[in-house]
Nanobody, 127 residues
Framework: QMELEESGGGLVQAGGSLRLSCAASGRAFKTSAMGWFRQAPGKGREFVAT????????DYAESVKGRFTVSRDNDKNTVYLQMNRLTPEDTAVYYCALDVGLRKVALPMTPSQYDYWGQGTQVTVSS
């Protein structure tokens, strides 16, 4: 059983930055891909970014490429999402997710590929 806990959300002005963290319990973290998703009011859960088990491969939604960076620290069982040049369109609840698997090659980019989810952290960007 894995538990994920996000932190770092908040209110920021357009053009600002935030760094989200997701702390994971359990040994599976070190061999599992991690993802970030977001959900705005009235919308479905949207893929944001993913990172493989070793941190050597990443992928991003087109809407955040060049602005967001996903990284991980396997010694701390934590994955991060650095968000720069935020816009009001980035306002959402952000979730981290874990895809249990032994060093999978392909990066998971859909919610159904993930096994565990955090509770989410609110990010609000004011104009």
């Amino acid at each position: 059983q894995m538990e994920l806990e996000e932190s770092g959300g908040g209110l920021v002005q357009a053009g600002g930055s935030l760094r989200l963290s997701c702390a994971a319990s359990g040994r599976a973290f070190k061999t599992s891909a991690m993802g970030w998703f977001r959900q705005a009011p009235g919308k479905g859960r949207e893929f944001v970014a993913t990172i493989n088990w070793s941190g050597t491969k990443t992928d991003y939604a087109e809407s955040v490429k060049g602005r967001f960076t996903v990284s991980r620290d396997n010694d701390k069982n934590t994955v991060y999402l650095q968000m720069n040049r935020l816009t009001p369109e980035d306002t959402a609840v952000y979730y981290c997710a874990l895809d249990v698997g032994l060093r999978k090659v392909a990066l998971p980019m859909t919610p159904s590929q993930y096994d565990y989810w955090g509770q989410g952290t609110q990010v609000t960007v004011s104009s």
